[in-house]
Structures are given as structure tokens and as C-alpha cells.
């Protein structure tokens, strides 16, 4: 008895140290509701899964730096090979690679989805993070950090707006609407 009291007590406890958190910001955070009615974001195309990828874990503090100043900026095929090996060069010759600015929870978000507006030539960066329905909001998953991406783009975006989520069971469901849209397969970013 004592044994499934403790446990029911360490079971609370995380829960509720994970739904009390502060999270804290990061400044690439795009502020207010990236699903404004001013910008309807939900209305830009999504980007094909397979013309942007994460950072590699190794490279993300030098992809950091080199995006303090600008939310993205133009990579040569060699620098986006380095940055993201998993990106293949796309065949149209008409994309080049850019480094965006993104973030995510904890660092580890679970996808990745890039959308684009060609007539203000804005993108979005959104990332979703999984918090074990705020059992594992205990570590770090309440920070914000760089999680930049390497995106093929037809041209320079003027403005990356990087937007993330942590939550809970949706979060998979996402993904699992994203194969149903996508026809089958893991959508977003490859890490």
C-alpha cells in the first residue's frame, strides 16, 4: 500500500511540476498568434517535406550564429550539405538553400512543417514538441531554443516568422494528419 502511495505521490508531483513550469521565451519566437487572420498563414502552400530538414544537432550553434542578425540567410550547396546532410540537392535548379531561423522545446521538436507566402515571400517555421501529457515538462522541454532548418526556396523569404507548440497526445495526432494529407509516410523536417 505504501508502495502505491508514494508512487500515485511521484506520479502528482510530476504532473504537476510539469503543467507549473515557466517557460522561457527565446527572442526568434515570433510573438502573438501565428494563426492571425491579418497574415492567414493557413492559407500559404506547405513546403514538401523533403525540400527542408533540421539542422544537424552538432551544427545548430554555428547555424545560430550565423542567424543572429537575420531570420535566414542564403547558404552555398556545400555549407547546406554541412548543415543538413539528410537534405538531398533538389533537382529543380530554380531552389537554392537558406538557413531559417525556427525553435522548438526543449530543442526536440517531434516535426516540423514550413509553410510560404510567394506573393509577400514570408515563411513560417512551425515546430511541435511532445511533453509526455506534461510528465516530462520536468527537464528542459520548457525552454525554447534555436532549432534552425535548411529550407530549398525559390527565393529569399523577407521575413521568417518561427512559431513552436509543446503539448501533449495532439502533438502526435498531428503527425498523424500530416501522413493522412501527405499520402502516407512521416511528414515534417528529418533531424
Same mark, same amino acid.
Given at each position: ?17 510539469? $503543467? ?38 552538432? *551544427? ?86 534555436? $532549432?534552425?532548418?535548411?529550407? $530549398? ?32 509516410? *512521416? ?5
Amino acid at each position: 500500500m505504501r508502495g502505491a502511495l508514494g508512487a500515485a505521490f511521484l506520479l502528482l508531483a510530476l504532473s504537476w511540476a510539469g $503543467c507549473s513550469g515557466r517557460v522561457r521565451q527565446h527572442p526568434w519566437l515570433t510573438r502573438g498568434d501565428a494563426w492571425a487572420v491579418d497574415l492567414d498563414v493557413a492559407a500559404w502552400p506547405l513546403v514538401e517535406p523533403d525540400r527542408f530538414a533540421w539542422v544537424a544537432r552538432e *551544427r545548430r550553434e554555428e547555424a545560430a550564429r550565423l542567424l543572429e542578425t537575420d531570420e535566414a540567410t542564403e547558404l552555398s550547396a556545400g555549407e547546406a550539405a554541412r548543415f543538413a546532410p539528410d537534405l538531398a540537392a533538389p533537382a529543380d535548379l530554380s531552389l537554392r538553400p537558406f538557413l531559417l531561423r525556427g525553435v522548438a522545446y526543449g530543442g526536440l521538436p517531434v516535426y516540423a512543417l514550413l509553410r510560404t507566402d510567394e506573393a509577400t515571400r514570408q515563411a513560417l517555421v512551425y515546430q511541435a514538441t511532445y511533453n509526455g501529457e506534461n510528465l516530462l515538462g520536468v527537464w528542459a522541454l520548457s525552454d525554447l531554443q534555436p $532549432c534552425p532548418v535548411v529550407a $530549398c526556396l525559390p527565393w529569399p523569404p523577407s521575413r521568417v516568422l518561427a512559431t513552436a507548440e509543446l503539448g501533449g497526445d495532439q502533438i502526435l495526432r498531428g503527425i498523424g494528419a500530416w501522413a493522412l494529407m501527405r499520402g502516407g509516410g *512521416r511528414g515534417g523536417a528529418r533531424s
